[in-house]
């Protein structure tokens, strides 16, 4: 029998947590956006449990639990609050609801609340370390020596950039296609030239654009630092 992400999300809680306070179908499921290779991720909280993170295949889907109580989702709002990485927080916001005790709202205003007061800023400490490692790899890009070590550096500094963009304006990063989005969302036109830059090298072979963009970025900070850094 084939089951709709729903329909597996519903019988995976009530399988696997039937005693849970509550329980979301988060992730693309949740907007009903999943394909065929979707995970479905399902935040549990329950008061009884200690929090754990566990991967299923069942109903057809593939399953990743995020299992928390009361205090543990806290605690990791402040890990990804350090990170930059509001993950929980919007997984607790943008989903499904399967089971709710009645506490979801207070949860929900607490998550809201995370996100508008934004990421930490980013210290000097911060800033110098990375003017410095990427400057470093920026210089191994422009003098690889074939496409292969190219490819992997290039893809290297564009992660910790696009991170480093969207960190050192107060606004909340993400990974994989979170990142993508996050950058879309704070800044279109930004967003197209990194882009651009990119598919300069990979349709053509042309490093430049992408040096110069990087160094956009990080010439008001300073540019490159070499000489005096210390960690």
Known sequence: MIFSAIEAAVKFVEGNFPDCNIALLAGSASRGEE???SDLDI????NS???YRESFVLYGWKIESFVHNFNSYLEQ???DRNKGRPILANMLIDSKVLKNNGELDDIRNTANNFIENG?????EEFIKASRYFIYDLLDDFADSKNEQEALITINNISLQVADFILRLNGQWSGRGKGLT???KAFDGS???KFFETLNCYYKHGNKQPF???VDYVYKPLGGTFFDGYKK
């Open 35 to 37: 394909t065929m290779t």
């Open 43 to 46: 935040v549990i909280i329950d």
């Open 49 to 51: 449990l200690n929090s």
């Open 77 to 79: 709002f402040e890990k």
């Open 119 to 123: 990421p930490p800023p980013l210290s």
């Open 181 to 183: 989005r996050a950058l």
């Open 190 to 192: 930004l967003y197209e």
């Open 211 to 213: 040096i110069e963009f």
